[in-house]
């Protein structure tokens, strides 16, 4: 069934034919069905095969390099195991609290009110260009001054491995 257009061509009265509107065009529930499945088949191929960092890495200490070297200390150590355990033995030889979590220890000194006066993560890292074990610093809460004197002190009696449990 067509509908016409008046038109006058050549002095005629001609009738340009036009198709009539038979309903929406929008595709049927079966064919969004299969298109909707192969979407999430490849969304979940896409995030399978996506790299993602480990926050919890059980095969040792973080290894770092260029910028990640920033407030890196090195230690003459090759195993991270000891360096961890001479961290730990320092910081509870010099009376601060921590608490360990992976390959990272985090300090923290409270004044008499109860209240964290500094606050800080030490995180033993692998420097593969110089093929040694490191010591990354970061100061979360607390005076720089302090936390500056506290990382000398536990960093001293952790290279000279003064403190013997």
């Known amino acids: 069934n067509m509908a ?4 006058n061509k050549f002095g005629r009265n001609d009738y340009f034919a036009t198709p009539e509107a038979k309903g929406q065009t929008t ?3 079966s064919s969004r069905k299969v298109f909707g499945s192969l979407e ?3 969304d979940k191929m896409k995030n399978m095969l996506t790299p993602r960092k480990r926050l919890n890495s059980c095969d040792g200490a973080v290894t ?3 910028k990640g070297l920033c407030n890196v200390s090195t230690t003459s150590h090759h ?9 730990t033995r320092a910081l509870m030889f010099k009376g601060i609290s921590c608490q360990q979590k992976g ?3 985090r300090g923290k000194i409270i004044d008499p009110s ?3 006066k500094l606050s800080f993560e030490l995180e033993v890292v692998r420097i593969p260009n110089l093929n040694v074990v490191g010591i990354r610093r970061k100061r979360l809460k607390g005076d720089a001054w302090c936390y500056k004197k506290v990382c000398e002190e536990v960093l001293r ?3 000279a491995g003064a403190v013997k449990a």
Do not use: F, H, Q
Request: aromatic share 4%; net charge neutral.
């Open 114 to 116: 109860g209240l964290a």
């Open 103 to 105: 390959y990272i220890l």
């Open 157 to 159: 009696m952790t290279a």
């Open 4 to 7: 016409g257009t008046p038109g």
């Open 27 to 29: 595709p049927s529930k």
């Open 64 to 66: 770092v390099t260029g």
């Open 40 to 42: 999430r088949g490849l």
């Open 79 to 87: 195993n991270p195991d000891s360096v961890l355990n001479e961290l």
